[in-house]
């Protein structure tokens, strides 16, 4: 029943912006916190920024100063506004919901993953 959608991934130059959507869909009655996770090639997996429903963030090292994360509760939704992008941000990025509250119960969900590639 739920879903997370993510969008917004390409192709861009060192330096250019892109912005990452994510929106949970179904009866949803709550989130604690949702986030943005990268996976390159032969790396593990890492957090680069999650936000709570309360508005508090917290960011990967590499990013602070460039991406920025922000929700909007009412739509269940997620972004993250990328700018002065370097080719080491290359990597799958994937969707996170932590907690995520139905009348079945509380689970993680992710996303699919979208390709975020930066070329120098």
């Known amino acids: 029943q739920v879903h997370l959608v993510e969008s917004g991934g390409g192709l861009v130059q060192a330096g250019g912006s892109l912005r990452l959507s994510c929106a949970a869909s179904g009866r949803i009655f709550s989130i604690n916190a949702m986030g943005w996770y990268r996976q390159a090639p032969g790396k593990q997996r890492e957090l680069v920024a999650a936000?709570?429903?309360?508005?508090?963030?917290n960011y990967a090292d590499s990013v602070k100063g460039r991406f920025a994360i922000s929700r909007d509760n009412a739509k269940n939704t997620v972004y993250l506004q990328m700018n002065s992008l370097k080719p080491e941000d290359t990597a799958v990025y994937y969707c996170n919901a932590d907690q995520l509250w139905t009348e079945e119960g509380v689970y993680d969900y992710w996303g699919q993953g979208t390709q975020v590639t930066v070329s120098s």
């Open positions: 936000i709570t429903s309360g508005g508090s963030t």
